[in-house]
């Protein structure tokens, strides 16, 4: 389901908008954890948190005005999806995920396919769909300045200033916390 909320959310709203909001699982996930499972957060994380929704409130300001708030809904909704699948492998760390995400690669693939029209891409949009795939997911760390900048060069569709003013805060809160709480992660 955080697939196909994904997946929508590109549809309604700003891959930037997208991005941004994907950029916050971790702060989600630390907030799911702490619910479920009793894990607490050092003070930098909950400082980092704290400007992550920032953030989002900067950006969500602009994504009400253009008619994007049904897309960052659904982003949110990837986001929180994404965040209790984290929090279960955590819980569960000596379980095999793979099983779990093969099958729901596939219940996905199901799921949108009544919908799919692969004929409507074009050799182009193909290449480029690879592209933003590859990078994506191949540089995950990067993935919402490179996702914003592809798609920019790609397409044109150019982040508002209230997107990029939130999504900066979003991307230096998430830096931060990583830098600061886990400095040879930052380095690695």
Known sequence: ??????????????????LVIDATIPF??????????GEREEWVTLGATLAAVVGVAVMMGAAASGGRVAGNRLAFGMAVLMSIVLVL???????????AVGLSAVLCALIVLPFARPP??????????????????GIGVLQTPLG?????????EM???????????????VVCDIAIRRPQEAIT
């Open 89 to 99: 492998i955590r819980r569960n760390p000596g379980i095999s995920m793979l099983p």
């Open 120 to 137: 409507a891409v074009s050799g182009e949009e193909l290449v480029l769909l690879a592209l933003f795939g590859t990078s994506q997911f």
């Open 28 to 37: 989600v996930t630390a907030g799911i954890a702490w619910q479920v499972i």
């Open 148 to 156: 914003t900048l592809w798609v920019w060069l790609a397409f044109a």
């Open 159 to 173: 982040p508002g200033w209230m997107t990029l003013a939130g999504g900066a805060i979003v991307v230096a809160a």
């Open 1 to 18: 389901m955080a697939t196909v909320c994904f997946l929508n959310a590109l549809r309604l709203s700003t891959v930037a908008d997208v």
